[in-house]
Structure formats: structure tokens, C-alpha cells
């Protein structure tokens, strides 16, 4: 098997028996139905980039277990500059896409499997490493869409896992036996899992003793036996499913974010050669940082990308507005321009900064990758702002595209929301349209959420901040002896 082409991609979707509700519905095919199709088309970019030659150096890489040629969403990163083509390559696509292509998530997860089983086994003699390049293996020969599966629902949050009043908060170990495991829970927020192939599940944070049950890492197909997904709801949503326009979308093709589903593992049968963590608690944690910090240093990359567009779309406002030459608002989008290359700088560096893991895997600088992740949370919420401020109020007072087409209104419609000469009413609908979708409702939750809460980045960076040294080096020029213990 070799690399898939956007459409091997979509025909492989088509293959699986997924059970996926939305709206209140049972969904037979997940690639015929408006609800899903831009998800699948952005995804789908992801497979067809490595075929052309002016992106292929980016999304192709050799495999260091087999030295094929894969898909670089499936590789394991060798050096820094795995590192670094990483984030270009999530720039690059968000720049076609606008919106989340969702094969990162699962990239991430593999990264951070790959080299935490690595050093379990060098400590505890298990032989997870082995089972995951096997793995591996299968899914780069096979070129499969992965969905990284972290986040348990996680109930009462001061409780933790083995204290909830509902056992299944949390994902569990219920039954081991000869053939494998058999695991129950759910995991939400699973951005692409409906047009993914495998999921591949990961404790959702540190955990003790008492939790060992919880601490469980393993890959199956979405369509396993007892895996039911629920969509999530998204901001005008049923724009896609009504009988509204292609312009009311503002980006048809490929959506708003990533779309989301709560997948329920109902007494799921997991075998043991998929099984990556078994009640090893002590590892929960150092395989839930690496995880999170490679998905940190994505955020400077893929809402660049975005980011991109935004300002695209913004500038294109202001120009079929005729106040694009104003100093105002050429100040605004270079503080657009300037917070975007910001968030790029963090994931470049961050990237630089990397080493490589005991495994010979290249793990990024967590101090940086998240940083960049916690600047997300701030700058994108900054650039939205600024984009609205430019574009004007008539974004959301737009009438739709039916009453641009109206036989008795339409030329009301046509008159009135034209700007400058030359730019025509509907192009001018078309860039607010795409202004509100990249930049309200879900697509902002998802830059301060997506990858942890900002809370969960601030932890990290507490960690890794050092503060003794920092201390040590302000005590040395301020001419104090430290007889106490380092901090
Ligand atoms: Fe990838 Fe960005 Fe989507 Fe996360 S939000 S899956 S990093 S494109
Ligand atoms: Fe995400």
C-alpha cells in the first residue's frame, strides 16, 4: 500500500461501518452529508498536497522504520528540522483550508506514544515500544488518519478519577484477560474522529496509584464494536445543512474549525498488541506533557495559517469599503500582521529548540510550545477584534444570499450593500461572510480550548520556568551569598 490521494482518502472513509449521530439522527454516510463534507475536504487536503510537487517537501518524509516515502502527518520526527517543516506545513495548509484539517491531532499522539512507551519499557522491561512501531507501521504503510484521543469528560472536576461518583468519567480498564483489554469511558472534543480510521486513546492526565485502572493508552478503528460518536454543534451550522446559500457559509469548502464529536467507548475490546499503557500510572503523566506540548507547538502554525486569511479577508473589507489607504487602519493590520508572526515565532523556536527523546524521537522546547499556545489564546481573540473593527457592522447584518438573489429585493440588496466601483456586491458578501465564519463563535473557542485550557499551558510553564536558576542569577548581581539550598 502506498500513500493515499485525497480521494483514496474519502473512497477509504467510505469503507468503515462508523456510528455517528448528529442532529438527532443516525448518519449513514459521513462523506455524503453536508454536515461533515468540509471537515472531510480539509482532511482530505492533508492526503493530496503530497502528491504536488511544490508542497510535496513538506508533506512527505521517509519513514525511519521502513525508509519509505510516507505522508509526514504519520512520521516520527528525526531532527529539528522535522520540527520546523512541521509547523510550515500546518501554516501552509491552514492558508488553503482557513479552517482545522484535524490530522495534527493524531500526529501528535503518535509522536508522544512513540517515545514514552520507549522509555517505559527501559525502565519497567514491558514491550510497548515494540507493539507501537508495529503499529506504526501499519498505519504509515496504510496512510491512515489517526484522532488523538485525550481529553476524558472528566465530571466533577475537583475529584479525581477513582473518586468520581461515575466510574466512567474517565476512561478505565474493566476487564483484562489472555486477548487484550476491554476499556469504558468516553473522550470529547474529538476534533476529526468521524472522518478518521483509527482512534488512538491516552490517559487524560498524571495519575496515582489509586487510578492505575485510568492510566490506559491504546489505537482502534472508529468503527470498533461499542464506539458510538456524537457530533458536536457548531456556530451557524445549519447553514450547511438548510436549504441557505454557499455564500452564507463564508467557507463552503472547508468549514469552521475541525469538527468535534463526544465518542462513547461502550466496553470496547482492545488487543493486547494495540495496547500501549496498561495500569502503568507513572507514565500517565509524562505521556499527557509530551502530547500536549507537541500539539502546543502546532498553534503558531495551523492559526498562522488562518490568521493569514483572516487578514486576507480583512484588507479585501477594507478595500471593497474604500478605507484600506486610511492610517488607522493600515496600523490595525500591520498589530494583525504583527501578533500573527508573533505566534509564528514561538512555534519556529520552539521547534528549533528541540532535542531528541531517549527514543531517538525529537520532542520540541515545552517551556516554548507552550507559550505559544497560551499567546493563541490571547492574540487570535486580538486579531478577531481588529478584523471587525476594520470589516464594519455590515458583517452581521448581511442579509442572505437568497435575498441577494431575490427577484423583487435582490437589486435592493445589490444597491445598498455595494461599496467602491469595481467590487460587486456579492464578492463583497462573500469576504464578510468569510470574516464571520473565521472569526466568532466556535472558531475563537477552539483557539482557547483546543490543545488545553490556558490554565493547563500556565501549569506547564510553571514547571518548566526554572525560577531557581533565575533567582540564583539575580541573587549573583545583587551581591548575595546564598547559603540556603537551591531553589
Ligand atoms: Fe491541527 Fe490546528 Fe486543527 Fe489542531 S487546530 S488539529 S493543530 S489544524
Ligand atoms: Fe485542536
Not at 490506559?216 to 460518536?229: M, R, S
Amino acid at each position: 500500500m502506498a500513500m493515499k490521494s485525497g480521494s483514496d482518502y474519502k473512497e477509504s472513509l467510505k469503507q468503515r461501518n462508523i456510528n455517528v449521530y448528529a442532529f438527532g439522527e443516525k448518519i449513514e454516510e459521513v462523506t455524503a452529508h453536508p454536515l461533515f463534507q468540509p471537515h472531510v475536504e480539509a482532511a482530505s487536503l492533508t492526503y493530496e498536497l503530497a502528491f504536488d510537487p511544490s508542497t510535496e517537501d513538506l508533506v512527505t518524509a521517509k519513514s525511519h522504520l521502513t525508509n519509505k516515502k510516507i505522508n509526514r502527518f504519520t512520521h516520527i520526527h528525526q531532527s529539528t528540522d522535522d520540527l520546523i517543516k512541521k509547523v510550515k506545513l500546518l501554516r501552509l495548509i491552514a492558508g488553503k483550508t482557513g479552517s482545522c484539517y484535524q490530522r495534527c491531532v493524531g500526529w501528535d499522539a503518535m509522536n508522544a506514544t512513540y517515545s514514552v512507551t520507549f522509555e517505559m519499557d527501559q525502565e519497567l522491561g514491558t514491550d510497548y515500544h515494540q507493539r507501537f512501531r508495529k503499529y506504526l507501521e501499519y498505519i504509515q504503510e496504510n496512510d491512515l488518519m489517526v484522532a488523538g484521543s485525550m481529553t476524558d469528560p472528566k465530571g466533577d472536576r475537583s475529584l479525581t478519577p477513582g473518586k468520581q461518583k461515575d466510574p466512567d468519567m474517565f476512561v478505565h480498564v474493566v476487564e483484562k484477560n489472555d486477548k487484550g483489554i476491554v476499556i469504558r469511558g468516553a473522550k470529547a472534543h474529538m476534533t476529526g474522529i468521524v472522518n478518521s480510521h483509527e482512534m488512538l486513546v491516552m490517559p487524560t492526565m498524571a495519575m496515582g496509584e489509586d487510578d492505575k485502572a485510568y492510566a490506559v493508552a491504546c489505537a482502534f478503528p472508529v468503527d470498533t464494536e461499542g464506539v458510538i460518536h456524537i457530533f458536536g454543534r457548531q456556530t451557524n451550522d445549519e447553514r450547511r445543512t438548510g436549504d441557505g446559500g454557499e455564500i452564507d457559509q463564508g467557507n463552503a469548502k472547508y468549514g469552521t474549525v475541525g469538527g468535534e464529536a463526544l465518542t462513547i467507548l461502550e466496553d470496547v475490546f482492545v488487543p493486547w498488541e494495540r495496547v500501549f499503557m496498561c495500569e502503568e500510572a507513572q507514565y500517565a503523566g509524562l505521556l499527557v506533557e509530551r502530547f500536549a506540548s507537541y500539539h502546543r507547538q502546532n498553534y503558531g502554525g495551523c492559526k498562522a495559517g488562518v490568521s493569514d486569511v483572516i487578514i486576507g479577508a480583512t484588507t479585501a473589507m477594507a478595500q471593497s469599503s474604500g478605507v484600506d489607504k486610511a492610517s488607522h487602519v493600515r496600523d490595525k493590520v500591520v498589530e494583525m500582521v504583527h501578533l500573527t508572526e508573533t505566534l509564528y515565532c514561538g512555534s519556529i523556536a520552539c521547534s528549533c529548540e528541540g532535542a531528541a527523546t531517549p527514543s531517538g524521537a525529537y520532542y520540541v522546547n515545552p517551556l516554548l510550545a507552550n507559550t505559544v499556545k497560551q499567546n493563541v489564546t490571547r492574540f487570535i481573540y486580538e486579531i478577531a477584534r481588529l478584523s471587525h473593527d476594520i470589516s464594519g457592522g455590515c458583517m452581521a447584518t448581511l442579509p442572505s444570499e437568497k435575498d441577494l438573489n431575490h427577484p423583487e429585493v435582490g437589486k435592493y440588496v445589490k444597491k445598498y450593500f455595494k461599496g467602491v466601483e469595481g467590487v460587486s456586491t456579492e464578492d463583497r458578501m462573500r469576504i464578510a461572510r468569510l470574516v464571520e465564519n473565521m472569526t466568532g463563535g466556535t472558531a475563537l473557542v477552539e483557539s482557547m480550548h483546543g490543545a488545553g485550557s490556558p490554565q493547563a499551558q500556565r501549569v506547564m510553564i510553571l514547571r518548566q520556568a526554572n525560577l531557581g536558576h533565575k533567582v540564583k542569577l539575580a541573587k549573583k548581581l545583587a551581591g548575595i551569598k546564598d547559603k540556603e539550598k537551591d531553589l
